[in-house]
């Protein structure tokens, strides 16, 4: 192996070890405020960096469960022992994903029990009331059992009142 290589390799080996830091921080921050981790991206926004997290809980998402997290997580990253995990300036964004944001994860689809969906499955659309979330499938007031392995999207459809 050369120099070349060796030198890659460390570099993989460091970014790894400060994604997983990273990984370890987000989700205790989430933890300690009682939400869920729905998604988290860091990435770069001209000079500075953009840690941007997603959180939701069942009820919803509270402008304090926000501030929560992204106060514990200043906190943190500001420790000597951090300080190295996000180089150079960033900004921490923390928010609720939206109720467009497509469902995924088994978390996801119980948050949103009692809500109509659309869900696109195949080559078609699928709307209804999400009955019931299985291991594997989920049911739906209209004569549907769905694979969630078949499921391509599936998003809360808005109810207009």
């Known amino acids: 192996m050369g120099r070349c290589e060796n030198k890659r390799i460390g570099v993989i080996e460091k970014y790894l070890k400060t994604a997983s830091e990273l990984d370890s921080l987000v989700l205790g921050a989430c933890e300690r405020a009682g939400v869920d981790l729905v998604e988290k991206d860091l990435f770069g926004a001209g000079r500075r960096k953009i840690l941007r997290i997603f959180i939701d809980k069942d009820g919803g998402v509270s402008v ?31 928010s609720s994903p939206g109720l467009d944001r497509p469902l995924k994860t088994k978390k996801d689809f119980e948050r949103n029990l009692g809500r109509r969906l659309r869900i696109q499955c195949g080559g078609k659309t699928i709307k209804g009331i999400l009955k019931s979330v299985g291991e594997t499938s989920i049911s739906l007031d209209v004569a549907a059992c769905i694979q969630m392995s078949e499921i391509l999207t599936a998003k809360v459809e808005p109810q207009k009142r």
Request: with cysteine.
């Open 64 to 94: 304090e469960n926000c501030a929560g997290v992204s106060r514990y997580l200043s906190e943190e990253l500001d420790k000597e022992e951090n300080l190295n995990i996000i180089e150079g300036s960033y900004t921490i964004e923390v």
